[in-house]
């Protein structure tokens, strides 16, 4: 289905679509497991992420748990289409 503007002209819809929300959401969920690194597609900090929780027997994950809140509360702040550009097409990997 097509998508109007309000002179009934076809809105294009974008090639790409936005992981923004289910990202920021995981990011503040399961945060120290890097999940929503896994889902950007990043999968070396994802890693990161999961190996330093694991590592020091979940002492780290106060660390990255901290780290998952604020790139959620980042994801879920900027536009679909910020967040398209800056995480998915430009591939900031962190913050």
């Not at 969920?29 to 900090?45: A, M, N, R, S």
Request: overall charge negative.
């Amino acid at each position: 289905m097509d998508v109007l503007d309000e002179n009934g002209n076809i809105i294009p819809k974008n090639n790409e679509d936005s992981k923004r929300v289910i990202a920021g959401i995981l990011a503040i969920v399961l945060g120290p497991f890097g999940v929503h690194k896994f889902i950007l597609g990043y999968t070396t900090q994802g890693i990161i992420l999961l190996a330093v929780t694991i590592v020091t027997c979940g002492i780290g994950a106060t660390v990255t748990s901290i780290i998952g809140l604020i790139e959620g509360v980042i994801y879920l702040t900027k536009s679909d289409e910020e967040f398209i550009q800056m995480y998915q097409t430009n591939k900031k990997e962190w913050f």
